[in-house]
T-cell receptor, first 110, second 117 residues
Framework: DAKTTQPPSMDCAEGRAANLPCNHS???????VYWYRQIHSQGPQYIIH???NNETNEMASLIITEDRKSSTLILPHATLRDTAVYYC???????????FGQGTTLQVKP | GAVVSQHPSRVICKSGTSVKIECRSL??????MFWYRQFPKKSLMLMAT?????????EQGVEKDKFLINHASLTLSTLTVTSAHPEDSSFYIC?????????????FGEGSWLTVV
């Protein structure tokens, strides 16, 4: 699986958009970009995943650059409950095997 | 949507005893499940891949005789920590690949806290 690089921490004001970047410059053609988040003492929660096209669901939007070497997770209106560690993972979808990096700790502040 | 459930959520056991943690896919069949462990303030570390009807595949450095994995059905995988020691105290999490209904999305259980005293 391709290695991903994320900033260790970020702050965001409540109600504003949170933009979390991820670099995956060695991603291969069959690897998807997955985003999960983990709130303290809980299992990771699925947010979104994509291959090359931008994706949007009820939780977030995923913007993948045309060369697929980086992506951005967008939480359009962050709330205090969005405070969590966010993990960006590149993996082949047919294996289910996810290798976690250190993630980004997002702190949403009032 | 797809749900993965773990049981127990918290367990305390004595040193030297064994403890079993269950991982169930509630509304889909999972031929493959994964077991992770997580220490406080650290990221998840993949321990093993659990394959229905065959032996589990362990990551490098994980003792297969200590962490026994059984995947006897398409909806249940179990992790047994044998001869537990205090250093085995950790947060154990499972995941399952949901297909085809879930579009190859990978879902995680709520996690199980193990404390060995």
């Amino acid at each position: 699986d391709a290695k991903t690089t994320q900033p260790p921490s970020m702050d965001c004001a409540e109600g504003r958009a949170a933009n979390l970047p991820c670099n995956h410059s060695t991603i291969s053609g069959n690897e998807y970009v997955y985003w999960y988040r983990q709130i303290h003492s809980q299992g990771p929660q699925y947010i979104i995943h994509g291959l090359k096209n931008n994706e949007t669901n009820e939780m977030a939007s995923l913007i993948i650059t045309e060369d697929r070497k980086s992506s951005t997770l967008i939480l359009p209106h962050a709330t205090l409950r969005d405070t969590a560690v966010y993990y960006c993972i590149a993996s082949s979808s047919n294996t289910g095997k996810l290798i976690f990096g250190q993630g980004t700790t997002l702190q949403v502040k009032p | 949507g797809a749900v993965v459930s773990q049981h127990p959520s918290r367990v305390i056991c004595k040193s030297g005893t064994s403890v079993k943690i269950e991982c169930r896919s509630l509304d889909f069949q999972a031929t493959t499940m994964f077991w992770y462990r997580q220490f406080p303030k650290k990221s998840l570390m993949l321990m093993a891949t659990s394959n229905e009807g065959s032996k589990a595949t362990y990551e490098q450095g994980v003792e297969k005789d200590k962490f026994l994995i059984n995947h006897a059905s398409l909806t249940l995988s179990t992790l047994t920590v044998t001869s537990a020691h205090p250093e085995d105290s950790s947060f154990y999490i499972c995941s399952a690949l949901g297909q085809p209904l879930s579009g190859n999305t990978i879902y995680f259980g709520e996690g199980s806290w193990l404390t060995v005293v």
